[in-house]
């Protein structure tokens, strides 16, 4: 998306195509969004449905997983409302294969309902679905919706939403160092041509870019093998707010706070 369709998307000229679904919390911090300091890439490590469930008495986690659903859509819409460029959500681990199986049928489950039901929402509002991961060890019913949803937006040139599935950033890393070492015996690319720039070519999904802001949920102060290369100079938000309780104000907020930043890369800003 351009700069200039950046500029138009928060604010009062916004804030009428959107004034119905927004409560008057949203209303006021998205007018106070300045539209030129919008990150591009935004990360979330959607932590925190198993504690939700808990705190509402419920007995099974998988209720705290269905939950969160609705904030998954809520903030999919909402990314793309704003012009973002591309939204990674970090959906299921490498790690998460540990869990116990009943709870990974339950998650498998809600992975290909969401990817079946949303298809019509994700082509109105012109949202592209990619995934990053070792997407292999899905299941082939798995795999069939995700493709299916993939190449049903293939074509939409908005938001673009990168579900992390069976992802891990060392499992990533050491995916990327194969597929080069490959080129490099293959000749492809000679030993000094290796670079991080090159390497960061290897990657799921290189085009996508390093995310801007990263947000955790549920007040961890861990990044959980998440995007480990990618977040070398990303902007950290974390939030006491569980997942399925997350919604536009709660974007906002985070992209308030990423706005008050000030970001160095490493170097030093003038006096």
């Known amino acids: ?17 959107v004034r119905d679904r927004l409560t008057d919390e949203e209303r006021q911090l998205l007018l106070v969004i300045d539209p030129a300091k919008l990150p591009q890439h935004v990360a979330i490590i959607m932590d925190g449905n198993g504690r939700w469930a808990k705190q509402r008495g419920y007995l099974d986690r998988i209720r705290g997983h269905e939950a969160g659903i609705d904030s998954v859509r809520t903030v999919v819409r909402a990314c793309g409302e704003l012009g973002l460029r591309a939204l990674t959500l970090y959906a299921f681990s490498v790690e998460n294969w540990k869990r116990p199986q009943r709870e990974i049928d339950a998650l498998m489950n809600l992975l290909k309902r969401f990817l079946r039901e949303e298809i019509n929402e994700l082509n109105e509002n012109n949202v592209r679905l990619v995934a990053s991961g070792r997407l292999h060890d899905l299941g082939e019913d798995v795999l069939a919706e995700l493709h299916q949803t993939m190449q049903a937006t293939a074509s939409n040139s908005g938001l673009v939403l990168n579900l992390a599935l069976s992802y891990g950033g060392r499992a990533e890393i050491v995916d990327a160092v194969r597929k080069l070492v490959a080129d490099v015996l293959e000749s492809k690319i000679r030993l000094d041509d290796i670079s991080e720039h090159l390497l960061s070519r290897y990657l799921y999904h290189p085009e996508l870019g390093d995310p801007d802001l990263l947000i955790r949920t549920s007040g961890e102060m861990r990044v959980s093998n998440f995007l480990l290369w990618q977040i070398a100079y990303t902007e ?26 000030e970001r160095r890369f490493g170097g030093v800003t003038e006096a």
């Not at 200039?4 to 998307?9: E, P, R, T």
């Not at 938000?237 to 992209?255: E, H, K, M, N, Q």
């Open 236 to 261: 950290f938000y974390v939030t006491s707010v569980l997942w399925p309780d997350f919604r536009r104000a709660d974007l906002y907020r985070a992209i308030l706070d990423y706005q008050r930043r």
């Open 1 to 17: 998306m351009t700069q200039s369709n950046n500029q138009i998307a928060p604010g009062r000229c916004f804030l009428e195509k």
